[in-house]
């Protein structure tokens, strides 16, 4: 596996989330992602409606994940009821490429962090990790076990 280090500009996002536990997360993250599916068009000045994004915010001292499904947008006028609009800071990222079924996910993460070490680069715990799905990637609201997903993951770095 190889990443790549990027700096990706400031960017404005809404869309749902959900919180809760790593086990909880394997249960509620396809419901997630077909409510938004089916929710998305109520989302206004949105950038590329076929490129979105889940950011993860991991609280490691008590174990809970906060996951958000989001889409790009140029402001916020109006944020539709029930959903979340915030704001990701000018950041410097180390980029990887997920290609697979979703199943291998957990061995693609765990490659990253290896290249992450052996390269010399620290994740930044405090601040959220982000993946980017653009039209190579089908939801697993659809078919979790499709061979050729493809999507980018984004480890925020110190």
Known sequence: MEGTIVTVPQKHFIGLSFSGTFPMLVEFMPKLWATFLQRQQEIPHVIHPEIRYDFSDENFEHRMYTEYIVVEV???????????????????????????????????????????????????????????????????????????????IFIPLR
């Open 74 to 152: 140029e402001r916020f006028e109006q944020i539709p009821p029930g959903m979340v609009g915030f704001t990701v800071p000018e950041r410097t990222y180390a980029r990887f490429t997920h290609k697979g079924p979703m199943e291998q996910v957990q061995d693609t993460y765990q490659q990253l962090f290896a290249w992450l070490h052996e390269n010399g680069h620290q994740q930044n715990e405090q601040v959220v990790r982000m993946e980017r799905y653009d039209e190579r990637y089908i939801p697993t609201v659809h078919e979790a076990t499709h061979m050729e997903n493809t999507y980018e």
